[in-house]
């Protein structure tokens, strides 16, 4: 439990749609959210469960149908816009239609909290402008014209401009969207260092999962029929909450591992010992071939390291490679 005040707490709230009293969508409710400081949330859940409603709801984008969302003390739908901007910044998902303007430009605009109505900046203001476009490696397409920028440069872009307005909370919608891999990581690593550094409070939404794992200090886990879940990462995969909220037919999530198996665990059953990495590939492409990997099986592979070199023995042959492995497991159980 944190027992400070959250940076922003959500109480009895209902998300969804109304549009007249016959017609209203209720997807999520009633919730008690909080959001603190130093922490990092990560939102998951199924595609359609609701994840960019609540976080629309939160930011006082779209109505709730009921309960009430605070920051600071206030109801977010009672702030003065310009107040509001000081309180919460938002990245969302999507192109930004920034007509002819450059990044530099769009990134220094979220200071507009905090200049004077002609928009001047102060030596203070340039500075975390700097910071900004550095933390998220922006620099270098300062001059480029938004439209000119993929959708990952983008992305960054619009969190630097999240980053200046300088807000003790940050809500980013599917941040991770358009990113590469070594992006993702680098961005889920960045917000979870900012968030322990400056104390912000930051909310996303994601469908990366494994990286939300672990990453985030708290998981939100909304479902498609509205079972809402908070909890520490670890606590949700261990206890089958996270599971069952992915659950699809043909493929399982691995608590040992923490991912998912494209492939089930119901073929022939076969042996193998070794360690580490070996193993664990092993492993891999032996579950990809139909095989189950057990210890109860009479016939093994057995994976001999010695020094930089790999070899893989099964049935009386010895191989340099998995590919090679496979080759006579295929010949040998006739799998085409
Ligand atoms: N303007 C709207 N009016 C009515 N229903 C809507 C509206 N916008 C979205 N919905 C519905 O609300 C549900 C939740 O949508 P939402 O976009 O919040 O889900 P999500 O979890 O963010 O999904 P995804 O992972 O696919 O982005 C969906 O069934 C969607 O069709």
Redo the contacts with the bound molecule.
């Keep these: 439990m944190n027992s400070t005040a959250p940076l922003l707490k959500a109480s009895r709230l209902h998300i969804?749609?109304n549009?007249g009293k016959k017609e209203e969508?209720v997807?999520a409710g009633p919730l008690e959210l909080a959001i603190h400081a130093g922490q990092l949330i990560c939102l998951l859940?199924?595609?359609?469960?609701?994840?960019?409603?609540?976080?629309?709801t939160l930011a006082g984008l779209q109505p709730a149908i009921s309960g009430t969302v605070e920051t600071g003390g206030k109801n977010i739908n009672r702030l003065h816009p310009k107040e509001r901007a000081k309180r919460l910044s938002m990245v969302l998902?999507g192109r930004v239609e920034a007509g002819n303007l450059n990044a530099y430009s769009v990134i220094a605009l979220g200071r507009f909290p905090y200049t004077n109505w002609l928009g001047a900046m102060q030596p203070d203001d340039l500075k975390i402008v700097q910071w900004a476009m550095q933390t998220t490696d922006t620099t270098s397409y300062a001059d480029r014209k938004m439209i000119e920028l993929s959708d990952g440069e983008s992305q960054k872009v619009m969190l630097a401009r999240a980053l200046v307005q300088d807000t003790p909370v940050i809500i980013l919608?599917?941040p991770t969207a358009h990113l590469d891999l070594p992006n993702r990581i680098s961005l889920m690593r960045l917000l979870h260092q900012l968030a322990k550094a400056t104390g912000k409070g930051i909310l996303l939404?994601t469908?990366d999962l494994d990286l939300a794992l672990q990453s985030a200090d708290e998981v939100w886990l909304?479902r498609n029929d509205g079972q809402f879940t908070i909890g520490a990462p670890e606590d949700i995969v261990l206890n089958g909450t996270f599971e069952a909220a992915f659950h699809k037919e043909g493929f399982a999530f691995d608590k040992n591992s923490g991912t998912f198996i494209i492939h089930n665990n119901v073929g022939k059953p076969i042996r193998l010992e070794g360690e580490g990495a070996a193993f664990f590939w092993t492993k891999r492409a032996l579950l990809r071939e139909g095989f189950a990997v057990t210890d109860e099986a009479a016939a093994g592979i057995q994976i001999i390291e010695s020094g930089n070199t790999l070899q893989w023995k099964y049935n009386n042959e010895t191989h340099n490679t998995i590919a090679a492995l496979l080759a006579q497991l295929r010949t040998h159980y006739g799998i085409h």
């Design positions: 969804g749609y549009k969508k997807l859940g199924p595609n359609g469960a609701g994840k960019s409603t609540l976080i629309r998902t919608d599917e939404s469908h909304q």
